[in-house]
């Protein structure tokens, strides 16, 4: 079965850039989800989306914004990068139908030196 | 604001045996769902089990079962048959009816020997 997608798997940015990350959702999946997950922690929510709208709000700093695009993949956009904004940042989605079960991707790994 | 405690840092179970897991939660709500996410070294996420609030039967999935006691606020993840792939991080989580968010504890380390 399809899995949600993200990408890049792998980021390395230095202080005080841009960071984009980007997720594709389960097929027909329309709330999409973002975590941030530090190292040895639980995750911790951000941000969620449902037909492109904002639906949810978590402890998401003012540097990083998100959307959701017409076809449903969300973007974190993270900017002014600091050391400790290195984590694993997760994507999830649900379907509006189940909307209750929230499916994680692998997962980007960003790494702030 | 709701909680989550896990209060079992590390836990061992030997191959073949079966193990149980400990999650209290704290909320005053009375609708909400309860989950348990496994997270092995390649660091996924994995949808484990859910729990709806309002049913009393207890979750099942294969070798995996709760034991949701609803008055106690208590949500136990029960591995029967243990393998040597359930080695990993298990989460505890809670949603409530109302947001988005699952509220994580913080984590069980479950080990399993050969």
């Known amino acids: 079965a399809a899995g949600v997608i993200q990408s890049p798997r792998h980021l390395i940015k230095e202080k005080r850039e841009t960071a984009t990350l980007k997720c594709y959702p389960i097929p027909r999946h329309d709330t999409v989800y973002w975590y941030q997950q530090g190292p040895g922690q639980d995750p911790q929510f951000l941000i969620s989306f449902y037909e492109k709208m904002q639906s949810d709000k978590g402890s998401i700093p003012d540097r990083f914004s998100a959307q959701q695009f017409s076809d449903y993949h969300s973007e974190l956009n993270m900017s002014s990068l600091e050391l400790g904004d290195s984590a694993l940042y997760f994507c999830?989605?649900?379907?509006?139908?189940?909307?209750?079960?929230?499916?994680f991707g692998p997962g980007t790994r960003l790494l702030v030196l | 604001a709701q909680t989550v405690t896990q209060s079992q840092p590390e836990m061992s179970v030997q191959e073949a045996e079966t193990v149980t897991l400990s999650c209290t939660y704290d909320t005053s709500e009375s609708d909400y769902y309860l989950f348990w996410y496994k997270q092995p070294p390649s660091r996924q996420m994995i949808l484990v089990i859910r729990q709806e609030a309002y049913k009393q039967q207890n979750a099942t999935e294969n070798r995996f079962s709760v034991n949701f006691q609803k008055a106690a606020k208590s949500f136990s993840l029960k591995i029967s048959d243990s393998q040597l792939g359930d080695a990993a991080m298990y989460f505890c989580?809670?949603?409530?009816?109302?947001?988005?968010?699952?509220?994580f504890g913080t984590g069980t380390r479950l080990q399993v020997f050969p």
């Open positions: 989580a809670y949603r409530s009816k109302y947001t988005d968010k699952l509220i």
């Open positions: 999830a989605s649900s379907l509006e139908t189940n909307q209750e079960t929230q499916y």
